[in-house]
């Protein structure tokens, strides 16, 4: 996690905390007026310290639910279990009070809930020319095309909140930013070390920019993009940068050759693709301009 998600999170942790403490002891020992000191920092905590937005370029998708829902559920679950369990403890004689100290397990369930909410807000992607940046919980992840083994583009039926939620908690090697739960259709990145990033189409204003960015990167289209997309995307970029040579042209490389070598080699291989097709767009403008000038 970030900096900007543990902030995030202590800003929520903290307003709980206070919240719960001035309802515990306005219960117990404090006075009306400690109790309203209490909740009063609570939300001045809350709102009160800033918030970093997305920078310009940065997309996330439509949150279902929003972001203030995903707190308020979590201070909903937190606040009243988490008094009840103090002020309970603190007021039953005896073992009974010890009886009290068990909603402390369901009241614990907003802090995955506040978990959610800290990714809604501090998770985006930026999409570049050659490749894109994710930043989740504040921790910033940069992929070029050429690091990606494979892109995917597909209906996704997430069923149910919980099903959203857990997605949302994250894995190990995977981002999810997808909106809410129901059929979405997302965009799947998988890197060449097996990390994973899933972002919802819905969320990208400029679909066709980054599948002519990938090809000119000398990466396969998504899988599940039709063949008349395919080609249209390819015209696109054609008509925009000039042809480059297509893949399987490439020289062969033997199966026994070293991972690393043979991701060098394909690399200049690319490279060198894209200068010939940078001097035959450069020598078609000037045969343009030469039959312009001809012209006149």
Known sequence: MGETGTIE?????????????????????????????????????????????????????????????????????????????????????????????????????????????????????????????????????????TDLARVELKLRNVRGTLDWAAAMLGAEKAVVLLGGSGASTALTFRRKDGSTFIISTEAIPDLERIFIDMDRA????????????????????????GKVAPQESFMPLPPDMPRTVREGLELLARQRAQQRALQQSGASGLQGQSRARAGL
């Open 9 to 145: 999170l202590a800003r929520r942790a903290g307003a709980m905390g206070l919240a719960v403490l001035g309802l515990a002891g306005g219960l117990t020992v404090f006075s009306a007026f400690t109790v309203l000191v209490c909740l009063g920092g609570a939300v001045g905590l809350y709102t009160s310290l800033p918030r970093r937005k997305p920078p310009t370029g940065a997309v996330q998708p439509r949150w279902r639910p929003s972001i203030f829902t995903s707190d308020l559920i979590g201070f909903s679950v937190g606040i009243p279990l988490f008094t009840a369990a103090f002020a309970g403890a603190g007021l039953m004689p005896g073992s009974a009070g010890l009886w009290f100290l068990l909603l402390l397990l369901p009241a614990g369930l907003s802090i995955p809930v506040f978990m959610i909410a800290v990714r809604q807000e501090t998770s985006w992607i930026r999409f570049f020319g050659n490749g894109f940046e994710v930043t989740e919980l504040g921790r910033v992840i940069r992929v070029r095309y």
């Open 218 to 241: 000398g990466i396969d289209l998504p899988a599940g993009l039709s063949e008349r997309g395919k080609r249209r995307i390819r015209r696109v970029r054609e008509k925009r940068y």
